[in-house]
């Protein structure tokens, strides 16, 4: 028989609903709705405490998530993430997977779903997406397609991957674990994977196609063009290209770099060309050709001074003004790299050097409102801009510290190693790892801010509170006796179906370890008071505790994701509710069948 729910039962639906209204509205920023229901939920458990515990016990549930291991999980990936990017560790990864993308920019988002399937099907999902996420990111800004577009597909994908087998997620673990101490015979690691493999062929099409259709743009270039830049190559000894024709080698070049020397041109060792390109072009044309963007001596310099400071150098653009005392002059008469010890590796000219591109833009004067590409240590750089009249840009790029590479991506692999294998927790090999990262100086102490979002980690607080106040107030219960009273009276496929997305929306609102938790004792109960075999219903359990895909509080990945893509609630909301109703439907139907109901 149904009971009344307890007060505050009903006010924990209550607040988990009106938080989902705010975030989907969009109206307020996730910040705000995120610190309104911590605050909220902490004022009400103080006055009206939950049955049997102090009005302390309230704060400290409120405030729970702040402390909470998935959280310090979720910053310590964040770093380690960091340290991948900072030091140009995926590189080669990168440089693979681009290849594919250059042939088509959807056959590289096939591959790339189906790689994140595949990996994710034996090592936890969430090291899997913290491996793809900074791929995808300098994927992106190589010209592929926006990050916004793929990190909530490769999220899907990688999730599926981590449905397949027992040991895809602790979450499987956990209802496996479960349901075996509810008497259920033991499940093997692919007891299920045929299944799942079957679902993940219907979803595909959806998550390949339609959803980058259905995500923003939020990418940088999306809202300026990219700035192009003229500059001055220096080809070295060492290049394959030495001895080939101007325009054979451009074939080899990225899509926004321009030679701008005649085709038939041979190039010789230690030769100047004129190219244009925006900066990530003339970059990666430097890698291919072996060759550099300035002075070598000039560089070094640079890399001395950065050594010397222990600073990161970047990349910066800056805009001469009006009474700067760079105008008439050019980059070798102006000493800059001698009175600063910074180097110039591209001019923006303003539309009055129409003739500038067919020149070598070293010896072109520089005017009112071109643009400089310098490198250089942070302090160096404001010092000349300070001394020169310059105007600093938005926008500055950490130069990678390569050298560390190798040591960066031991780090993530030893971590991803240990937490995959069960040799430790996911939350402390991680935090190993980023301890590790900031020990060896892959990042560093004073930049691990810009590796942490605040959005994230207030969702994440507000996300735990919410799924502890949804079980502690008997919330989840009552919703499960409401579920069990309307099952009565639907056929094997509804009963599995509806099973399924109870526990899909109860874990996308509180967490897959809850929604394991109160979902599998009441499948199984179930399915004693209807006569049907268990094992399918806690499978619909099992599957639902993964379709995580329509708020971004439903998992960590989901949160990882949020800061990278810009994205905003309704995001998650567009692309995740469609992949939920299809995989519930198209797992329903292959449970029925493969169980015979």
Not at 159 to 168: E, K, R
Not at 448 to 475: H, M, Q, T, Y
Not at 496 to 501: E, N, R, T, V
Request: glycine residues 8%; neutral net charge.
């Amino acid at each position: 028989m149904l009971t009344v729910p307890s007060l505050h039962a009903f006010g924990a639906i209550l607040v988990a609903t009106a938080m989902f209204v705010a975030f989907a509205r969009g109206r307020l920023p996730v910040e705000l709705v995120s610190l309104g229901t911590i605050v909220l939920i902490a004022l009400w458990l103080y006055v009206m405490p939950l049955p049997g515990q102090r009005k302390e016990e309230g704060l400290a549930l409120a405030f729970s998530g702040f402390g909470h291991y998935a959280l310090v999980t979720i910053c310590a990936l964040m770093v380690m993430g960091r340290g991948l990017v900072v030091t140009g560790a995926l590189e080669p990864v990168v440089r693979v997977l681009e290849r594919v993308w250059r042939i088509n920019t959807r056959l590289g988002l096939l591959v790339t779903l189906i790689l994140a399937m595949v990996l994710s099907m034996m090592v936890n999902d969430t090291p899997v997406l913290v491996l793809l996420l900074p791929v995808l990111v300098q994927l992106a800004s190589r010209g592929g397609m926006a990050s916004s577009r793929t990190l909530i597909p490769v999220n899907a994908a990688v999730l599926i991957g981590g449905m397949a087998t027992t040991i895809g997620t602790s979450t499987n673990l956990l209802v496996v674990s479960l349901a075996l101490d509810l008497g259920m015979p033991p499940m093997s690691v692919f007891h299920f994977t045929p299944l799942v493999l079957a679902a993940a062929l219907v979803a595909l099409p959806y998550i390949w196609l339609v959803m980058p259709r259905l995500l923003p743009d939020n990418s940088d270039e999306a809202i300026r063009a990219p700035r192009r830049f003229q500059a001055t190559l220096r080809i070295g000894g060492g290049s394959e290209f030495v001895g080939r024709a101007v325009e054979d080698v451009a074939r080899a070049m990225p899509a926004d770099f321009a030679f701008h020397a005649p085709g038939h041109t041979i190039v010789t060792a230690n030769v100047r060309l004129a190219v244009s390109g925006t900066h990530d072009a003339l970059e990666e044309a430097t890698r291919r050709l072996q060759a550099a963007l300035a002075p070598k001596w000039a560089l070094e310099q640079t890399q001395r001074e950065a050594a010397t400071a222990r600073e990161d150098l970047v990349v910066v653009e800056l805009a001469l003004t009006a009474d700067s005392r760079l105008a008439g002059l050019t980059i070798p008469t102006s000493g800059i790299a001698d009175l600063y010890r910074v180097a110039v590796l591209g001019i923006n000219f303003v539309p009055r050097h129409r003739g500038g591109a067919t020149t070598d833009p070293a010896n072109a004067p520089l005017g009112e409102g071109d643009v400089l590409l310098v490198i250089g240590t942070m302090e160096r750089i404001r010092e000349f801009a300070q001394g020169d009249g310059l105007l600093m840009l938005e926008g500055a790029m950490e130069v990678p510290r390569r050298a560390k590479a190798l040591l960066a991506l031991g780090i993530m692999g030893g971590s991803i190693g240990l937490a995959s294998v069960g040799l430790l927790p996911i939350a402390i090999a991680a935090l190993a790892g980023a301890i590790g990262m900031l020990a060896t100086g892959c990042v560093r102490f004073d930049r691990v801010g810009r590796a942490l979002s605040a959005k994230v980690i207030v969702l994440v607080a507000a996300s735990i509170a919410i799924g502890r106040l949804v079980l502690e107030s008997g919330a989840a219960e009552w919703l499960g006796q409401v579920l069990a009273l309307v099952l009565q009276v639907l056929p094997p496929a509804g009963v599995l179906a509806a099973i399924m997305l109870f526990v899909t929306v109860l874990t996308n609102f509180a967490s897959n370890s809850a929604a394991a938790t109160v979902g599998t004792p009441i499948a199984f109960s179930i399915a004693r008071q209807l006569g049907l075999p268990p094992e399918p219903l806690v499978l619909a359990v099992l599957f639902g505790c993964n379709l995580c895909y329509a708020t971004p509080i439903a998992y960590q990945t989901n949160m990882l994701i949020m800061a990278e893509g810009k994205y905003a609630f309704r995001d998650y909301v567009r692309t995740g509710v469609p992949l939920v109703l299809l995989m519930v439907t198209t797992l329903s139907i292959l449970l029925v069948v493969r169980y015979g109901l």
